[in-house]
């Protein structure tokens, strides 16, 4: 057998008996196999649709200097941590990638998604409390991306590795008045003649609020208006398309847990999106400033913020690392960073030298928080809390709450 990835040459047994220790980061699980031959290099292997404590045949598929990749042939002893997933579609459908673990199996993995990264990319042996934040397991995402097959009329998300459309009536993750708008958005597409749909976008975007689903861009009589979410009795203005936590559920609790026992003069919000935790900080201090380089994000944030009458938030447009490299002095006493799944590293030794007493790192992906929370560390900061939220049940993302002290 042609093993891809490598130059070395094949191993003589492709078929691989192994018992999978752990969950990585992605949702692939782990395990250790030992390579024939005279070295006998023991290697870490990664096998998707894997459960911790599962023992599986599986193929070699592809094997590097470091590591190796195998794929199920045959689960021969499921792991307790199994179940039958709840959508039907799973392991087809690429939207969940967790559906075959019980609920705590997945949040323990979370958890261990975050110790890992910590430990292995920023040094850092976290000892404290690693407090999760969950909510019900299905029916909380209020935000999504909605695929089209324009040939075939198919409407859902994408298959698992691949461009195809998993066409989809219902879908348990979503908030029922989301799933509605999948429907509604299904029941147009198909009622187009075949040469109609020729001119559909790829993908529609769809969000929900109290007045229900909103889509971008809005297709025949489907609505595409501004939602107006409420958070902590704010409300805000965000387009379909636009960056906002899916998890109405939990969105509270994170902004609460982000914003805890701060006050001051002047607090800066980067990556600030529509503006969220800096309104909710804006009681809190005299000057509150809102950083986001997107021109729609950044519009409707000052325009939701002058509508409340929050005359101590100030929204500049402008990249974080220019906005920071241009600010040459000035005191600054709280900093919420909130950057994408890249992280914030542009922002780590600019931020040293402001020497802000508290900053709190939201984080998306853990690899690239450990990897900014080390320059934090080694530039003087202390770790003085960790928190976990699950904004997306049956997937292997993450959301983390880092509180840093100086």
């Not at 989809?168 to 999948?182: I, N, Q, R, S």
């Not at 909130?338 to 802000?356: I, N």
């Not at 900053?359 to 202390?382: K, M, N, Q, W």
């Amino acid at each position: 057998m042609e093993v891809p990835g490598t130059d070395e040459p094949p191993p003589d047994a492709a078929t691989l008996d192994l018992r999978i220790e752990s969950l990585a980061f992605g949702g692939d699980g782990v395990a250790r196999w030992t390579e024939p031959g005279g070295d006998g290099r023991s290697l870490v292997v990664f096998v998707p649709g894997t459960a911790p404590g599962d023992r599986v045949r599986a193929e070699l598929v592809e094997l590097k200097k470091n590591f190796a990749r195998a794929e199920v042939i045959e689960i021969v002893e499921p792991s307790p941590q199994r179940r039958t997933p709840p959508c039907p579609v799973f392991g087809s459908c690429g939207g969940c990638t967790l559906q075959h673990l019980q609920y705590p199996a997945q949040l323990e993995a979370k958890q261990s998604f975050v110790l890992d990264s910590l430990r292995r990319l920023g040094g850092i042996d976290w000892k404290g409390p690693l407090r999760m934040h969950s909510g019900p397991e299905l029916g909380t995402r209020t935000r999504a991306r909605f695929a089209i097959n324009a040939k075939s009329g198919a409407v859902g998300f994408r298959r698992a590795s691949s461009h195809a459309v998993e066409d989809l009536e219902h879908c348990p993750v979503l908030a029922p008045a989301l799933e509605d708008g999948l429907r509604a958005l299904r029941t147009y597409v198909q009622g187009l003649a075949p040469g109609e749909r020729r001119a559909l976008p790829q993908e529609v975007a769809a969000a929900i609020d109290a007045q229900g689903c909103s889509f971008e861009p809005a297709l025949g009589d489907l609505p595409g208006r501004v939602l107006e979410p409420e958070v902590r009795g704010m409300r805000f203005h965000v387009g379909p398309d636009e960056f906002f936590q899916g998890h109405a559920g939990l969105l509270p609790k994170l902004v609460e847990a982000v914003v805890q026992g701060l006050e001051g003069e002047e607090a800066w919000d980067l990556y600030a999106g529509v503006g969220i935790f800096a309104r909710v900080m804006a009681p809190r201090f005299h000057r509150v400033i809102a950083v986001e380089e997107n021109p729609i994000a950044f519009r409707h944030g000052i325009g939701a913020a002058r509508a409340a009458g929050d005359s101590r938030v100030f929204f500049d447009r402008a990249a974080v690392g220019s906005w920071l490299s241009r600010r040459r002095s000035g005191r600054v006493d709280a900093v919420v960073l909130d950057p994408p799944r890249t992280g914030a590293k542009e922002a780590v030794e600019p931020l040293l030298e402001f020497r802000p007493r508290e900053i709190r790192y939201v984080s998306c992906d853990p690899t690239t928080l450990a990897r900014d929370l080390r320059g934090f560390l080694e530039g003087g900061y202390h770790l003085d809390r960790v928190e976990i939220f699950d904004l997306f049940p049956q997937t292997w993302h993450v959301e983390t709450l880092a509180v840093l002290g100086r």
